[in-house]
């Protein structure tokens, strides 16, 4: 059996509530865990009206909560989803306080998400049979209604009979993939939900409910509604466009991929690599899925592969002469001492707990004259300093933010890192802005493509502003192998004097 809770929000509708808690079926009492109203902070008696009718109906499965100021309409079902996720139900129903939603229907309603036929389902009264205005829907709420579901499916493609309702049972599963706490705290926060559930592919279903307008007070000043309304749909047409990246419709998976684009790290690291003769030997760190691997392998280079991840390493396999699985500041790496003719560190300094020791131990695997390239991302970019200049300090799922990164590097920082280990730096590079990935479909285009390259002549003159990440090439030092040799002797021989 799954867990269910039915969530109510209410705001300033008293003797409504009570109303709409007697019409819940005493089938649906019985089969829900828990009740909860979600009171926002009203200025009536809502609260203690629903305290009181807990205590004089004895209904243990009633739960009362109040916000101590006002949320909103979106903030308060926020609350509300955060509760039941944090109590570990399986379904929550979304039910207005106000009665204008019949609790009735209830049981059709779970009837698909309990049966594991949808992940969400919508209670429409514009599906065929369905009669609003008999049930006392003005007739400019029908028309507005009308037009603006008809237009936002024209925009976003998701096939409604009606976006407006507030009626709704969603899994909690569901749920939990969506950013909901970036979610808007007033009205349309119902329209940004729906359109998150679509495009992460999860399925919606429409069930056809009765209409009720009595004489509860609309809150709603529908102007800015339907405009707040019509522009979540542009952002999420634009989005799936790749004209637009709005983190709240941006379903794309946070993993790592091949960026080919001129300017990218990728096609700057085989760029750098182009002069190493066929055969060569290269340690190659946190391969991801082999992207970079694949087109070394092309050019007759022998890689050696380090990946934390055991499914992106399997990926990776058939392009790697040997792999280690495994994290790289935890392996051992004695039995590749002065192996590798490169050591290509793509994104992984970021990552790491300790880089200068890391770092250490990797470069103890490059032969004498070996090179290292590596890349990080660039925390001094523009608008990581706009962003905190806004108060705002937010991780992501991918970029210069992203939340599995532990260090962060500037220019400067980067340039210490690498001198710090005895490297003798050969170059500084810098990528710009990875539009090409953030607009797959518009970098098709030449007027993108031109774009694009002016932003990268751009970037390289501010790069430390600009920069999207920084790539640096570095020698391994002729004295830096006499100094660990010197160093390895000194202690041989002290080992050896303890011993006598």
Request: proline share 5%; glycine share 8%; net charge positive.
């Amino acid at each position: 059996m799954k867990r269910v809770c039915i969530l109510i929000v209410s705001y300033n509708a008293a003797d409504l509530l009570l109303r709409t808690l007697d019409r819940i079926p005493p089938a649906v009492w019985q089969q829900v865990e828990e009740v909860v109203v979600l009171d926002d902070a009203s200025g009536d008696h809502s609260y203690h009206a629903a305290l009181s009718y807990k205590t004089d109906r004895g209904q243990e499965k009633l739960r009362v909560l109040r916000n101590r100021r006002r949320r909103g309409y979106g903030g308060n079902q926020k609350r509300g989803y955060l509760y039941a996720l944090h109590r570990g139900f399986d379904v929550v129903v979304l039910l207005h306080g106000d009665g204008q939603y019949a609790p009735e229907i209830l049981p059709q309603m779970l009837a698909p998400v309990l049966a594991d036929q949808a992940d969400m389902v919508l209670g429409s009264r514009m599906l065929p049979g369905c009669d609003p205005r008999a049930g006392g829907m003005p007739l400019y709420k029908y028309v507005g209604n009308r037009i603006l579901s008809g237009l936002q499916r024209r925009i976003t493609g998701l096939r409604l009979a009606e976006f407006h309702s507030g009626y709704r049972v969603y899994s909690c599963a569901a749920l939990r993939r969506l950013p909901l706490v970036r979610n808007s705290e007033i009205w349309h926060f119902d329209t940004q939900i729906l359109l998150q559930l679509f495009g992460r592919g999860l399925r919606i279903r429409e069930v056809a409910i009765p209409t009720y307008y009595g004489n509860e007070v609309s809150r709603v000043n529908g102007v800015p509604y339907a405009l707040h309304c019509l522009w979540e749909s542009m952002k999420f047409r634009m989005t799936r466009a790749g004209l637009w990246r709005s983190r709240l419709y941006d379903a794309t998976p946070a993993e790592y991929e091949f960026k080919p684009h001129r300017g990218s790290s990728h096609a700057q690291m085989l760029e750098l690599l182009a002069a190493a003769p066929a055969g060569s030997r290269i340690l190659d760190v946190g391969v991801a899925a082999g992207y970079l691997d694949r087109e070394l392998q092309a050019r007759g280079l022998r890689v050696t592969a380090i990946e934390q991840d055991p499914v992106s390493a399997e990926k990776a396999r058939p392009y790697c002469e040997e792999l280690m699985v495994g994290d790289v500041e935890a392996l051992d790496l004695r039995s590749h001492t002065a192996k590798f003719d490169y050591l290509v560190l793509g994104d992984v300094l970021e990552h790491l707990k300790n880089p200068q020791a890391a770092l250490g131990r990797l470069l103890e695997t490059l032969k004498p004259g070996g090179r290292m390239v590596a890349c990080v991302p660039n925390v001094a970019n523009l608008y990581v300093r706009l962003k905190l200049a806004l108060g705002r300090f937010e991780y992501e799922p991918r970029g210069i933010m992203d939340a599995t990164h532990l260090r962060f590097y500037t220019l400067r920082s980067l340039r210490e890192l690498v001198q710090g280990a005895g490297l003798e730096i050969e170059a500084m590079r810098v990528t710009p802005l990875p539009l090409p990935v953030r607009f797959p479909r518009a970098a098709r285009y030449g007027w993108f493509r031109a774009l694009h390259a002016m932003l990268f002549g751009v970037t390289r003159v501010f790069r430390r502003l600009l920069g999207y990440q920084f790539l640096v090439v570095a020698e391994k030092a002729p004295w830096l192998e006499s100094i660990h040799g010197e160093a390895n002797g000194k202690s041989e021989a002290a080992r050896a004097v303890v011993g006598k």
